[in-house]
């Protein structure tokens, strides 16, 4: 055995920084995917919940048509697959929300009139980039909006 090479070889440091930047890079892009994946998620929960919004306000514009109302909901959003669910509903509204009634003729527990309601539910699956393991492959977003008409 030649032991004068095995202490040269050992003691060379050439190619060491190209052995840290590979490993380094490898970390960096799969940082860079996560976060981009994240941010796409984040994104597409933002869209969904607007396009809640949007569709109470065309409710609000224009009355209650649910084919119209989903379909300016599935106009306003660039996600493919939108769920839209619009609903119209008597209430009355209180302080943790709106409780629906049956009829708009029977008065609230307050005394006051019951309105008329427009619900708007909008789901989507987000489905991320890549697969990672120990978690789901989709995840399910939802937003409801609710608009009084009269």
């Known amino acids: 055995m030649n032991f004068a090479c095995f202490r040269t070889c050992m003691r060379d440091s050439g190619g ?8 380094m890079a490898g970390l960096l892009m799969l940082m860079f ?3 981009t994946d994240l941010g796409l998620g984040v994104s597409a929960k933002m869209q969904v919940e607007n396009a809640a919004q949007y569709g109470a306000q065309y409710a609000f514009n224009n009355g209650y048509d649910a084919s119209a ?3 300016a909901v599935e106009s306003s959003s660039n996600l493919a697959e939108l769920n839209v669910t619009p609903t119209s509903f008597c209430g009355c509204p209180g302080g943790s929300g ?5 009829d708009c003729a029977t008065p609230c527990g307050d005394g006051s009139t019951p309105g ?3 619900s708007v ?12 393991p120990g978690l789901q492959s989709g995840y399910a977003l939802s937003s409801q909006s609710t608009v009084r008409l009269k």
């Open 121 to 132: 539910l909008v789901t989507h699956t987000y489905v991320p980039i890549l697969p990672y």
């Open 116 to 118: 008329e309601f427009v």
């Open 69 to 71: 109302i989903q379909s």
């Open 98 to 102: 709106v409780t629906s009634q049956s």
């Open 16 to 23: 060491v920084a190209a052995i840290e930047f590979a490993v």
């Open 33 to 35: 995917i996560l976060l």
